[in-house]
């Protein structure tokens, strides 16, 4: 029996913004979807395209990449570098046909728990209605 | 250095056909400096090509090997044993690289990945601009050290021409007018005399015209 469609999301999170913004969440008992898988990186611009393909290539359904607000990186531009390395893995995903769609740079700062949470319902509400990557052939319906 | 720019994704599919066993093969080197074909483009085209062709319903297995410098024996020629294992190599190096897989390793056939584009420079990260085109008769001791035959739309020896207007060539408004350049750098080192004198016609057999190019080294060949 298929069990409905979960998305899996990995999200990208920066140390200094996002991570922190999760974690917030946390501490404030905010409800979001399960669905995200969060990896803390030191910055945004520490994510290469490289990374993002290999998460879509292992079977994840969604890439979130989230950093600092623009003007607010603790490494002046990485959130910059970030949002043009994920334009770019939009086309050659688009190229690749999975769709361009499936991946999204988002920013905030640390005090966005409540942000976070919106973001990442949005962001598993998007890819939901995508449907499943379809390089993963191991589970559809599961986490 | 060489520049070069990957092909697109599409057409690198074609060249790979049925294949179902692939070997990605970057270079160190110069591409590697442009983010054409190092070992990060590498694994990026790797990555790509096992999900298109996952989604073409042909699945292909994509390995990744990028070597120090891919127009020299010494450094392809560890590859030799790997290279059984493959339906197609496909190489991320300059036209060299390519020609010379293709030479060293004469059973295989090795499918090129990047369009080979100018010998050039990297004018600021993320922008290369052509500089020189190896024409085999280096001029810019005349030229106030830029070079007019890579950079004039027209190679004139002796210019600018009508079609520069206000330092920009007709040609292109993003392409500076070589001459202004040449005019203006003269200028402030105090060689503009080396410019009245009428440079001759360019003897061309030094460059593409006399066929392909060879240099034969007595003093460096080894003993055979």
Redesign the interface.
């Known amino acids: 029996m298929n069990a409905p469609f979960e998305p899996k999301i990995i999200a990208f999170c920066c140390r200094y913004c996002a991570y922190a913004a999760a974690d917030l969440a946390g501490g404030l008992r905010i409800q979001y979807p399960p669905n995200v898988r969060i990896i803390e990186v030191p910055c945004t611009g520490r994510v290469d395209v490289v990374e993002i393909l290999h998460a879509f290539e292992r079977g994840a359904d969604g890439v979130m990449v989230a950093g600092c607000l623009e003007g607010d990186c603790h490494f002046l531009e990485g959130n910059l570098n970030a949002r043009r390395r994920v334009q770019y893995s939009a086309r050659l995903l688009e190229q690749i046909g999975l769709g361009g769609e499936r991946v999204a740079m988002v920013n905030l700062s640390s005090a966005m728990g409540a942000r976070f949470a919106e973001l990442v319902t949005e962001m598993t509400e998007k890819i939901r209605k995508l449907g499943p990557n379809p390089l993963n052939t191991t589970r559809h319906g599961r986490n | 250095m060489i520049i070069g720019e990957q092909k697109?994704?599409?057409e690198i599919m074609e060249q790979l056909g049925e294949a179902r066993k692939v070997l990605v093969v970057g270079c160190g080197t110069c591409v590697t400096v442009c983010f054409a074909g190092g070992e990060?483009e590498v694994?990026?085209l790797a990555?790509?090509l096992?999900?298109?062709s996952?989604?073409?319903g042909h699945p292909m297995e994509v390995d990744e090997v990028t070597v120090q410098r891919q127009c020299e024996w010494e450094y392809i020629d560890p590859l030799r044993e790997r290279l059984k294992e493959y339906d197609a190599i496909l190489s991320l190096a300059c036209g060299i690289g390519v020609q010379a897989m293709n030479e060293h390793f004469p059973e295989y056939i090795t499918l090129p990945g990047l369009n080979t584009t100018f010998l050039g420079l990297p004018e600021e990260q993320g922008v290369w601009e052509e500089r020189c085109q190896a024409c085999g008769d280096c001029i810019l001791d005349l030229t106030a050290g830029i070079c007019p035959i890579a950079r004039c739309s027209k190679q004139l020896l002796n210019g600018p021409c009508g079609g520069s207007q206000r330092g920009v060539c007709e040609v292109d408004a993003n392409i500076p007018c070589a001459w202004q350049l040449i005019w203006e750098r003269a200028v402030k080192l105090g060689r503009e005399e080396l410019l009245l004198e009428i440079q001759p016609p360019k003897n061309w057999s030094t460059s593409r015209d006399g066929g392909p190019r060879k240099i034969i080294r007595e003093d460096l060949r080894l003993q055979r």
């Open positions: 697109p994704l599409a990060k694994a990026i990555s790509a096992r999900m298109k996952k989604l073409d």
